[in-house]
T-cell receptor, first 114, second 110 residues
Framework: KAGVTQTPRYLIKTRGQQVTLSCSPISGHRSVSWYQQTPGQGLQFLFEYFSETQRNKGNFPGRFSGRQFSNSRSEMNVSTLELGDSALYLC?????????????FGPGTRLTVT | GENVEQHPSTLSVQEGDSAVIKCTYSDSASNYFPWYKQELGKRPQLIIDIRSNVGEKKDQRIAVTLNKTAKHFSLHITETQPEDSAVYFCAAQKTDKLIFGTGTRLQVFP
């Protein structure tokens, strides 16, 4: 099976702009989670989608949003970008079976805000 | 709220020595505890995990122990090798939410 893919891999934006990142989960996986990774803060949970519904949400401002499509692909959007949004954004997918919790991570999108 | 503390933040060992990384979680309802290894510039990858009905699990040089009463779990790497150098993250999961520790940068010197 192909792994989790994310596009784009690198992105440079300026303050005030908005950005959309995409994540394609492993085939058959219905749950997609998003994380922000920065050197000082580790892996911070953004949100999780399952069957096109947001199931969990982390402690991020409303500028961070996401959605999931019927094919389980997910997008996250950040509006009104701030310098502090510069980070590696990782998505992870899993089957969402009650007996399987392992999450598989994508390669990430490195966002730089100038 | 849910919280996972991880220590130490950095760890340097000589090749062949053992390394131990410890995590503490706050929510007693957590029932799944994975460990991820992230090499520089790469994605986190699962190296071992343990569920709350098990106290210890071993996979070759890697082992994880879980103390549910104390809400502690630890990663043990024996006979460390330079390729073990990476950042290691512990995590605790309750229902569908996975909370990560802040990571431990392990350096193994030859």
């Amino acid at each position: 099976k192909a792994g989790v893919t994310q596009t784009p891999r690198y992105l440079i934006k300026t303050r005030g702009q908005q950005v959309t990142l995409s994540c394609s989960p492993i085939s058959g996986h219905r749950s997609v989670s998003w994380y922000q990774q920065t050197p000082g803060q580790g892996l911070q949970f953004l949100f999780e989608y399952f069957s096109e519904t947001q199931r969990n949400k982390g402690n991020f401002p409303g500028r961070f949003s996401g959605r999931q499509f019927s094919n389980s692909r997910s997008e996250m959007n950040v509006s009104t970008l701030e310098l502090g949004d510069s980070a590696l954004y990782l998505c992870a997918s899993r089957p969402d079976s009650t007996s399987t919790y392992e999450q598989y991570f994508g390669p990430g999108t490195r966002l730089t805000v100038t | 709220g849910e919280n996972v503390e991880q220590h130490p933040s950095t760890l340097s060992v000589q090749e062949g020595d053992s390394a131990v990384i410890k995590c503490t979680y706050s929510d007693s309802a957590s029932n799944y505890f994975p460990w991820y290894k992230q090499e520089l510039g790469k994605r986190p990858q699962l190296i071992i995990d343990i569920r709350s009905n098990v106290g210890e699990k071993k996979d070759q040089r890697i082992a994880v122990t879980l103390n549910k009463t104390a809400k502690h779990f630890s990663l043990h790497i024996t006979e460390t090798q330079p390729e073990d150098s990476a950042v290691y993250f512990c995590a605790a999961q309750k229902t569908d939410k996975l909370i990560f520790g802040t990571g431990t940068r392990l350096q193994v010197f030859p």
